[in-house]
DNA sequence: GTAGACCTTGACGCCGACGTCAACGCCAGT
DNA sequence: ACTGGCGTTGACGTCGGCGTCAAGGTCTAC
């Protein structure tokens, strides 16, 4: 199997996996013409790194993984570099998620205070209109304007 | 007050205010010999971008608040612009949480089955020996090996 | 023999928010 | 006069994961 049709089974670009290879990540055989060459096995390599990226995983994160499949292991996940990737991952998404809720809530809660601010000046710029009138009736001299 | 007094102010650097003068978000004036040259509103602007930074806005996100308050308003919030950006990241914020912990419960039930499935490999390997000395004495004939 | 679809390497571009270095100017203190 | 500490502009480097282009080689079909 050559390049493209690799790429196309994994569903990404040539270009990433020459990457992957410049990376050591993804080796590939040569045939005689200088083309890369993958099997089968490099199809299930492949899958498994997409998988972990669409996790977020950074592909340093991916080598553990494929280096299991290499090793011919059954899963990817069999070993326990790869178990250990996964705990460092859980904590880390812990924290992100953590962090980002907490972000989420102090937004939250200047976007209130905004609006009320907001709606205090729109309330006080509707209702002196009027308060207005009544001031001019009550008190003609008070008319130097506030602030 | 000069670049090196504002930065320290702020708790930031001189390289982040050139580069956002640069950007045209906090421009500054100059004294006689090039120096640039900041006053004390500056450094509520500064702060400003630096308190959105922290919540994780980008810095063309901050813009409208900076401008907000160049324009004079109590707070960089006080203006629509800046509220329409507080809705838009608080829709960022729930999508991305959303699916962190989407991929957080994934990755949790991957680690769990391969844990499972490496203590189940443990159990057999721990569990065959004894059983083989059982075995040995009820079944001699059954050592020819599992799986 | 030639068009087209594939492949090769190499190199630069991109995104954001600066870090870092070079080479220089300005100013205060001794 | 000289040192040290500020400032200036300009330019390149960083991080990850590729995209994109250039200039060529290879193979197949017509």
């Known amino acids: 199997m050559r390049i493209g049709e690799l790429a196309k089974r994994a569903g990404t670009t040539t270009r990433a ?3 992957y290879e410049q990376l050591g990540l993804l080796p590939a055989r040569r045939a005689g013409n200088g083309y890369r060459a993958y099997g ?13 990226q669409d ?6 994160e991916t ?5 299991c499949l290499q090793a011919g292991h059954p899963h990817g996940d069999s070993c326990p570099a790869s178990l250990e990737v996964y705990r460092k991952k859980l904590s880390e998404l812990d924290e ?3 962090r980002l809720q907490e972000v989420r809530s102090q937004v939250s809660e200047q976007f209130a ?11 006080g710029a509707a209702a002196e209109p009027p308060q207005c009138e009544w001031a001019a ?3 003609p001299d008070r008319n130097t304007g506030e602030r």
């Open 17 to 19: 996996l020459r990457y």
């Open 40 to 52: 089968e096995e490099d199809v299930r390599l492949l899958r498994q790194i997409r998988t972990l």
């Open 55 to 60: 996790f977020g995983f950074g592909l340093e």
């Open 63 to 67: 080598r553990p993984f494929v280096e």
């Open 96 to 98: 992100c998620i953590a």
């Open 113 to 123: 205070r905004a609006e009320r601010e907001r709606d205090a000046l729109a309330a």
């Open 137 to 139: 009736s009550a008190a």
